[in-house]
């Protein structure tokens, strides 16, 4: 069965810095994407940032504007993990953050549902 894990939130104060990082498992053999999503209180869940991976063409990373300039993400295809190096960090970015993952072959099986890990709270006093 497929998990997403996520480590790395905490407090900050404004302007500064924290990485997320994310790992699959559950004997995975590719990931389509591999994302993360945030929501704030009484906010709907909105994209941060994704990264496709394809075995013929390099990676491809997208992200909300709002994040751009200050948030990288980044991923690990051998160890099934996304990272997310977020800079500059403002009292707005404050919410909790979700790993995504859709597009994953497995030993057994091919999924093109969207997983989900259990969200890491990210807390940026001003």
């Known amino acids: 069965q497929v998990q997403l894990v996520e480590s790395g939130g905490g407090l900050v104060q404004a302007g500064g810095s924290l990485r997320l990082s994310c790992a699959a498992s559950g004997n995975i053999v590719s990931i389509n994407v591999m994302g993360w999503y945030r929501q704030a209180p009484g906010n709907q869940r909105e994209l941060v940032a994704s990264?496709?991976?394809?075995?013929?063409?390099?990676?491809?990373?997208n992200y909300a504007d709002s994040v751009k300039g200050r948030f990288t993400i980044s991923r690990d295809n051998a160890k099934n993990t996304v990272s997310l190096q977020m800079n500059s960090l403002k009292a707005e970015d404050t919410a909790v953050y979700y790993c995504?993952?859709?597009?994953?072959?497995?030993?057994?099986?091919?999924?093109?549902?969207?997983?989900w890990g259990e969200g890491t709270l990210v807390t940026v006093s001003s």
């Open positions: 990264i496709t991976s394809s075995i013929t063409s390099s990676s491809r990373a």
């Open positions: 995504h993952a859709n597009g994953i072959l497995t030993t057994t099986y091919y999924s093109g549902k969207d997983y």
